[in-house]
């Protein structure tokens, strides 16, 4: 991952620590490649949502080519993902789909094309060995990897291009660029997922959450008990879910999905008896509401008389038929 650069257009601040959605761009980039064996970052040391491999290229600032080589150095898997530190929108499905085709296919590279057409290098999946030989072979020809554009590489290796989903490869060179991507987080369609990935990465968490098992529980809660059951009862099934935690991932997920079952059921038992009392009620005698017994008669008689007669008035305590 290449987190360095000047960010000239950013005035000179430190790009890959700007915050979109309570996250670095760094962090959201981290968390779309959660599954690599091993994360190498080339730029200068910062606190990251998960241990990485730091690199440098020499000098600082020295391009893309160069970082990309420094990065290249700690690598040792056969094939390399590699990612610019600026984009927001990136997800781990498109990382997978990156790395799927590069192993079905025997093309040395697979690069996303954005929706306008353009190659995205830094968007990409590679050989390794083939993408050492380029950067050395680039080397050798210009005498360094200083300045140079990252299309020299690219034009030299057998790629396959796919294209990638609207968003994922959008990054951030501008103020104008951040802006659009702090609003797009916030649309309504959004909202949720972003908010439980910046919680679950604040948290530490890798576990797929089902929101709208969570968002169905809360709402039988709140409806079937009371407003505030819902938070408190979301709490309950996460700690109980939480006592599966050491068999893995998709455990802790089975026992969410369990216990949110239960809870909900729960819920609609305690709402049924509620509503059973006040049906009980509301077909029940209840007195003043019949021929007889204190109430409200209606008769013109002034006052308090008991028994049958022409009635109590409006205040009147007696028993007079209406």
Known sequence: MLAGGAARRLGGVDKPGVSVGGRTLLDRVLGACRGAGRTVVVGGR????????WAREEPPG??????????????????????????????????RQLAGALADGDAEGVLSVDPDGRDQPLVAAYRTEPLRRELALLATEHGNLTGLPLRLLVRELRLLRIPSAPLASFDCDTWEDIATARAAIREHGNVLDEWITAVKDELGIDLDVDTGVLLDLARDAAHGVARPAAPLTTFLVGYAAATAAGNGPEAVSQAVADAARRASALAGRWAAEADGATGRAAGSDVPGDGDTGPGNGTGPGPGNGPGDGPGDGDT???TGRR
């Open 62 to 95: 020295s391009g893309p080519l160069a970082a990309l080589a420094a990065g290249v150095r700690h690598v040792e898997a056969d094939t390399v993902v590699v990612l610019s530190g600026d984009l927001p929108f990136l997800q781990d499905g498109g990382v």
């Open 46 to 53: 910062r606190a990251t949502v998960r241990p990485v491999v």
């Open 316 to 318: 009147g305590g007696g």
